[in-house]
């Protein structure tokens, strides 16, 4: 994999933004500002705007970000965005990615922004990839197991991903507590661990002392206007042309797993393949997205020292006292 390296500008460019000391540079615990919350929230518009102000670069928390062939249905940042951006369209959707993978680049990244005199910002929606960074994961290094995999997805593909967690819990009921019942991926990684090991998957997934001091900001949005921002999301993702980018993806990439488990293009497939109508296809994608967010928001709520807010002023305030 190939990493395009963001370009740093210099902070003496914005009189502004607040560059760095070097006990922050050099320190035991350097400073690193988490942006979380729902899809829909608003979190890469917040980012931008709080990057700009404090000499910011951007390390994306999304597991669908990473994909470049995957854009339209994915809130990526604008592409002549000034802000450096990492962990961005760094593989393709044939390409494997595991946990493993992303907490060590996003951690080789961070500590790179911090050197050069930036302040790093960790920003996104997918639960796992933000804790395996704020709790610091020591990760079991157990191999994939291709045919296991595939016993494991077919199973899935005739009883459900449901099906698939409740033969998870009955062996390691402890992962109720960080694994989603509807992450299919991440389902079949913890059984893969547990049938291959013979330990459950949250024991062998310990946590250390995190080696940043870390602010997190979650963004708390009233529920309907959370829901009005899918509905609104949705219909641009429409306009402009989610339905021919599936066509085009599923075409390239047939039966691929990653888009069969993607918001927006895993309800457009039945399209495709004339088993629904474009409208129900619509009505899916906001069903489905706003159901993804309640369970984003229960999972984020269950996050300790999480400051809630609702606008910018509240967490530019924070950020100034934090970096102080």
């Known amino acids: 994999m ?74 990526k940042p604008p592409k002549n965005s000034s802000i450096p951006h990492y962990m961005i369209d760094i593989i393709s959707l044939n390409q494997k990615f595991s946990l493993a993978q992303y907490q060590k680049l996003a951690n080789q990244y961070i500590s790179e922004i911090i050197k050069k005199g930036q302040c790093p910002f960790l920003v996104g929606g997918t639960g796992l990839y933000l804790k395996s960074i704020i709790s610091n994961y020591q990760i079991p290094k157990v191999p994939p197991d291709i045919n296991l995999r595939k016993i494991l997805e077919k199973t899935a593909l005739k009883y459900g991903p449901l099906y698939l967690y409740q033969i998870l819990l009955y062996y390691d009921p402890k992962s109720k507590k960080f694994i989603d019942p509807y992450n299919q991926r991440r389902i079949i990684r913890a059984l893969e661990v547990i049938f291959t090991t013979g330990h459950t998957f949250s ?19 009233p529920r309907q206007l959370l829901y009005k921002n899918i509905e609104e999301r949705t219909d641009k993702m429409i306009s402009q042309g989610l339905v021919e980018e599936t066509k085009k993806l599923w075409n390239t990439y047939p039966n691929n797993i990653i888009l069969k488990n993607t918001l927006g293009y895993q309800e457009i497939i039945p399209f495709l393949e004339n088993k629904i109508e474009l409208e129900e296809a619509i009505k899916n994608i906001k069903k489905n997205t706003k159901n993804f967010a309640r369970r984003q928001i229960t999972w984020f709520k269950k996050e300790p020292n999480v400051f ?16 102080a």
């Open 2 to 75: 190939n990493q395009k390296r963001a370009k740093f500008k210099k902070s003496s460019e914005n009189p502004h933004k607040q560059k760095l000391s070097e006990k922050q540079k050099m320190g035991s615990d350097p400073k690193l500002i988490v942006i979380l919350g729902p899809t829909g929230a608003g979190k890469t518009a917040l980012s931008l705007k709080l990057a700009k102000k404090f000499n910011g670069v951007i390390v994306s928390a999304d597991s669908r970000a990473i994909y470049k062939e995957i854009n339209i249905g994915v809130a």
């Open 203 to 221: 024991d062998l997934r310990q946590s250390k002392k995190s080696k940043f001091d870390i602010l997190k900001i979650g963004i708390n949005l």
């Open 308 to 323: 809630w807010l609702n606008n910018y002023k509240e967490a530019e305030k924070i950020i100034k006292k934090f970096l």
